[in-house]
């Protein structure tokens, strides 16, 4: 089964600067898609970005960039002038293109410091 | 933009009480999904449902949880005889046929059980 890994519970960022989410996850498979959620206090699940497997361009939105590497199993969030309101959970998760169920981890706590 | 919607966003119900937590998925959408959120826990999936059955369930998803559409806007999940343990976020989720990025979650429901 396939199991998605946040490494850091918590991390701190000054505002206007860049900090860097971590995540891995395992699967055997080839086709599948990856996501960052973000989880403010209202604990809504908002879509962050998504990156398709097949593409090997990183995705980008604005501040928010992927480094996507397919060979390590990783999926690193990049956050770029972080701003007051990027505090939040967020939460890296994994969509099989077999299956319906969307695996998450558990969460990367960040405080963004004024 | 549209949204899921879902109500209510806070529900307190007694120990072995039913409740009926209820979603409105987007209007073109076609595959619905409810996940769980236990307070300070990973997001996890429950079930999905297209074409008016089941697809996948998870084996949280056990004889205690069914799910209904039962006028073709409306999406429920029933909670049989509550439990303690059954205090979480429950989010649901829909999609539309062939967009597995296109995923959209509801706001949430607190579901606290006393």
């Known amino acids: 089964a396939q199991t998605v890994t946040q490494s850091q519970p918590e991390m701190s960022v000054q505002e206007a600067e860049t900090v860097t989410l971590s995540c891995t996850y395992d699967?055997?498979?080839?086709?599948?898609?990856l996501f960052w959620y973000k989880q403010p206090p209202s604990r809504q699940m908002i879509l962050v970005i998504r990156?398709?497997?097949?593409?090997?361009q990183n995705a980008t939105e604005n501040r928010f960039s992927v480094n996507f590497q397919k060979a390590a199993k990783s999926f690193s969030l990049k956050i770029s002038d972080s701003q007051l309101g990027d505090a939040a959970m967020y939460f890296c998760?994994?969509?099989?293109?077999?299956?319906?169920?969307?695996?998450f981890g558990a969460g990367t706590r960040l405080t963004v410091k004024p | 933009e549209p949204e899921v919607t879902q109500t209510p966003s806070h529900q307190v119900t007694q120990m072995g009480q039913e409740v009926i937590l209820r979603c409105v998925p987007i209007?073109?959408?076609?595959?619905f999904y409810w996940y769980r959120q236990i307070l300070g826990q990973k997001v996890e999936f429950l079930v999905s449902?297209?074409?008016?059955?089941?697809?996948?369930k998870s084996e949280i998803f056990d004889d205690q949880f069914s799910v209904e559409r039962p006028d073709g806007s409306n999406f429920t999940l029933k909670i049989r005889s509550t439990k303690l343990e059954d205090s979480a976020m429950y989010f649901c989720?829909?999609?539309?046929?062939?967009?597995?990025?296109?995923?959209?979650f509801g706001s949430g429901t607190r579901l606290t059980v006393v």
């Open positions: 989720a829909s999609r539309k046929t062939g967009g597995r990025g296109g995923y959209t």
């Open positions: 699967t055997s498979e080839s086709d599948y898609y």
């Open positions: 990156q398709e497997a097949y593409k090997q």
């Open positions: 998760a994994y969509l099989s293109y077999n299956n319906n169920d969307m695996r």
């Open positions: 209007s073109n959408h076609l595959y």
């Open positions: 449902f297209y074409n008016n059955e089941i697809s996948e």
